[in-house]
């Protein structure tokens, strides 16, 4: 079991005793001035990286309501146009520099007439998968919370049609299970089907929790650390041929610890 931290989680001196990968959570990493991106600032981050020995996977920029989130840096796959498609190879390219497994990206946004916005985002993720093959990278694309209907890809059938539709072997999925927990309303049984309907393209792991509801805050997207929240995470042993990065996306040492705990727990049930 490779175990893994988002960037954000704590400086990589700290992270790297606890685990063996890192995400490059781009948006975060202050390596954009706009939408210029910044080389020096890129390679002091790299270099600092580079000291631990850390494996690596790479996520992409992405649409976002957050106030606290780089405006520059917004990208809605169903609506893509040279920047944003700028941005995104930005990405892939890094993630061939760092030798990352996957490079994690958001599904797109609802639009007024949802299948044309649906087929839209299967082209565009066509042709970013197209770009990741140059690269000879993995794009591991994210199942979004039911609890924010804009968002495309909530339910396992709509991602797996998603990435059926753009049929290439470098789109596969990203299962967050935070993200699932609450589109199964905190229901382990549907959980569990969530899992089993994905589990066949499933490249990578997100591992958060929640209490399974819409609250005001983050639609109830808060990301607490594993077992704080209503989320199973003994779901995840359904996966059984997994051999990816279990991922924990969490903002603290203390999270990481406790949610380490909480995975650990699970696959001994």
């Known amino acids: 079991m490779i175990l893994g931290a988002s960037s954000f989680a704590g400086p990589p001196g700290d992270l790297k005793e606890h685990v063996e990968s890192i995400e490059l959570y781009i948006p975060k990493l202050g390596i954009y001035d706009g939408l210029t991106l910044e080389t020096k600032k890129l390679d ?3 270099n600092e990286i580079s000291i631990y020995d ?17 405006s520059a840096l917004q990208v809605d796959t ?8 700028t941005l995104m190879e930005e990405s ?15 599904p797109g946004r609802v639009g007024p007439d949802r299948e044309k916005s649906f087929f839209s985002m299967v082209k565009n993720l066509g042709k970013l998968a ?21 968002n495309f890809c909530c339910e396992a059938e709509e991602l797996y049609r998603t990435i059926e539709a753009v049929n290439s072997e470098h789109l596969k999925a990203t299962f967050d299970i935070g993200h699932a927990n609450l589109t199964c309303g905190g229901n382990p049984e549907k959980l569990r089907e969530f899992v089993r309907t994905l589990q066949k393209h499933v490249i990578h792991l997100h591992l958060h929790d929640n ?16 077992g704080e929240g209503c989320a199973d995470f003994s779901v995840l042993k359904l996966l059984s041929g997994y051999r990816g990065v279990f991922n924990f996306e969490v903002f603290s040492l203390e999270d990481l610890l406790f949610g380490k705990k909480t995975l ?3 696959f001994k049930l």
């Open 54 to 70: 850390f494996a690596t996977t790479v996520h992409a920029p992405y649409s976002a309501e957050d106030t606290k989130y780089p």
């Open 264 to 266: 650990e727990n699970a």
């Open 211 to 226: 209490s399974g509801q819409w609250t005001e805050k983050y639609d109830g997207d808060e990301h607490m650390a594993p």
């Open 78 to 85: 169903a609506q893509m146009g040279e920047r944003e498609f």
């Open 92 to 106: 892939i390219a890094l993630a061939n520099r760092v030798e990352a497994s996957v490079v994690v990206l958001h």
């Open 44 to 46: 002091r981050v790299l």
């Open 130 to 150: 197209s770009v990741a093959e140059d690269y000879g990278v993995i794009l591991g694309l994210e199942n979004k919370e039911g609890t924010d209907p804009s």
